[in-house]
């Protein structure tokens, strides 16, 4: 018999959600506060959720158990798979030694970490988002920053950091494509508003990546290297998003990045090479390898790149899913009714089209070219599982979590729960984008279950709705660095398994700021200045009210970055070197 989702089940709306956050609340507590092993607090919490779920939101105790295991199966493929090929693809090529020729190229352009930390953990991570997504751009460049001599914290931390901007246009546009759907806004609109709000973000995480490295005399130090880096993205991305979609502003901006960067490099040097304070001394020059050398120690990355590109191809993707395994979940499918309308629940086994497989198949060519025997290949890759068995297993409670919250309405409760906030919605949309990212780990997931919320309720307060969609997605981005997909990613990629706790603190206090100025983005683009909103379907949006409070609104945004900014930046330090002090 059909079940319909509950949402307010306790006929308050403050008391359902304060109910319904209970798992979220401790899955922070455990990991931040508790410091919590990350497989132990993910299997409490989705305990908690099964609990919840049944009891206060009237679940039947069978289907939140099938929508938990759903969650577990879709944790394992395709999230847990590209975990697992990214960092036997890294342990590739460095039982191969081709990893220390890998560290000597990057040198041979730049020894600095902040400089190294643009280059790979901004500019190529923000490839790898744009082209493939689903935590592949941690697991593979903060692998990288370690190979290279990186504090394995700072690593993982710059790293989801650094994976914001991009995020909203990740996996080939596809958050925007979801947000177009489901709302039944132009997808090129949407890409039109994110691409007047992100870029203002995209340009600041250069400078905000060195801050937290090496301070205010560091950035100084590198603030030319900085400017071509974020600049350049952004211009990039605007460009992309506004003139050729939602499908490229990612990857192309990215691209640009690399290049101007590397151009810039060959130019100019800062005064000092910066590196962090616990490393050794150099003690001899950059070992010098010729362009082949080179180039089949970089052959690993320039395959991945290739691969991951080609699996986003709809042309080539379309052709891969003709392998695709459907499973429907007997007893769930169908049994779910959201808003009137039953929830297919399949579980699409595309074991050939997952952006995991293109890095095997990487790996395979890989080994190939470095001559890897069947049997070491086999011994590196039983190797790489072992030592991500305690990752897997918080992916699935993570990803089992997400879905008993979404199926049981405790997703949607809390999200109604923010829409009670008059004209300053605007600013909680970014805020709301950022608990769907939090709790379901995908900007696309958060777009596809807040977006027509967003849009029907901006419509109600004569808001225009592309800028509330837009601002879901925009938000969200800032909750990638600390969804506990992401921290479960980043540790598993830098032997931090266990310590998930440690980058969650890293993390939030950047993830805080950064939504909080999208937020600010957010509001002044309602009331401040109206006309940043795409034209074509600005004509419903209110902006009467813009004369009255826009002064005021602009001041307020301006002292909030300032005084904002400075507060995470020393909450931030101390976080960082009490934890870097512990190591």
């Known amino acids: 018999m059909a079940w319909t989702q509950a949402v307010n089940p306790l006929g308050n709306l403050w008391l359902s959600a304060l109910v319904a956050s209970i798992p979220v609340v401790f899955l922070f507590v455990a990991l931040a506060g508790l410091r919590m092993k990350g497989h132990l607090a993910g299997l409490i919490t989705v305990v908690l959720a099964m609990l919840i779920a049944s009891t206060a939101f009237g679940m039947p105790s069978k289907y939140a158990f099938l929508s938990t295991l759903y969650g577990a199966m879709y944790g394992l493929l395709p999230i847990g798979w590209i975990v697992v090929t990214a960092v036997f693809l890294y342990n590739i090529t460095v039982r191969t030694g081709q990893f220390e020729i890998i560290k000597d190229s990057i040198a041979d352009i730049t020894c600095d970490r902040r400089l190294q930390a643009l280059l790979i953990a901004y500019s190529f991570g923000s490839f790898i988002e744009g082209a493939a997504g689903f935590g592949t751009p941690v697991a593979i460049t903060a692998a990288m920053l370690v190979g290279l001599g990186f504090n394995p914290l700072y690593a993982a931390g710059i790293c989801l950091i650094a994976n914001t901007a991009p995020v909203a246009f990740g996996g080939v546009g596809i958050p925007i494509i979801t947000a177009g759907a489901v709302t039944g806004i132009d997808a090129m609109a949407v890409s039109k508003m994110v691409g007047r709000q992100l870029p203002l973000i995209a340009a600041f995480v250069p400078f905000w990546l060195v801050l937290i490295m090496s301070g205010w005399k560091g950035a100084r130090e590198v603030l030319p290297a900085i400017l071509v880096s974020g600049v350049s993205f952004a211009v990039m991305q605007w460009f992309c998003s506004n003139y050729l979609g939602p499908m490229l502003p990612a990857i192309m901006a990215s691209l640009f990045s690399i290049i101007c960067l590397v151009l810039f490099l060959r130019v100019w040097k800062p005064r000092n090479t ?75 086994f595309n074991w050939l089209s997952a952006t995991g497989t293109s890095v095997f198949v990487a790996a395979l060519i890989t080994a190939i070219i470095l001559k890897v025997t069947p049997a070491r290949f086999f011994e590196i890759f039983i190797d790489t599982v072992r030592s991500l068995r305690f990752a897997l297993i918080t992916i699935s409670c993570v990803l089992g979590f997400a879905y008993v919250a979404n199926w049981s309405g405790m997703t949607t409760t809390l999200g109604r729960s923010f829409t009670i906030t008059g004209v300053f919605f605007p600013f ?58 992401s921290i479960v990613v980043g540790t598993s990629s830098t032997g931090l398994t266990g310590r998930e706790g440690d980058l969650l603190r890293f993390t939030l206090p950047h993830s805080i700021f950064f939504t909080f100025l999208i937020a600010l983005i957010a509001l002044a683009q309602a009331y401040v200045f109206p006309w940043m909103i795409p034209p074509a379907l600005a004509a419903g949006a209110s902006t009467e009210s813009a004369a009255g409070g826009g002064g005021v609104i602009l001041i307020f945004t301006g002292l909030a970055i300032l005084v904002l900014g400075a507060a995470v930046y020393r909450l931030s330090g101390s976080v960082t070197s009490k934890n870097t002090a512990n190591m």
Not at 278 to 289: A, F, G, S
Not at 309 to 330: E, H, M, N, Q, S
Not at 438 to 451: E, H, M, P, R
Request: with cysteine.
């Open 274 to 348: 910066w590196r962090f304070k616990d490393e050794p001394l150099l003690t001899r020059e950059n070992k010098q390898h010729g362009p082949g050398v080179i180039l089949k120690a970089w052959s690993p990355f320039i395959i991945l790149t290739i691969l991951i590109a080609d699996w986003g191809l709809r042309p080539v993707k379309a052709l891969l899913d003709a392998v695709t395994v459907k499973i429907p979940f007997y007893g769930l499918d169908q049994m779910i009714l959201a808003d009137g309308m039953p929830v297919s629940v399949i579980y699409t």
């Open 428 to 485: 909680v949309s970014a805020f709301l984008g950022w608990l769907g990212v939090f709790v379901t780990g995908s900007d696309t997931s958060s777009n596809a279950l807040f977006c027509n919320m967003q849009k029907v309720t901006a419509e109600s307060m004569d808001i225009n709705p592309v800028l509330t969609v837009a601002a879901n997605s925009s938000g969200g981005v800032a909750a990638k660095m600390i969804s506990p997909q």
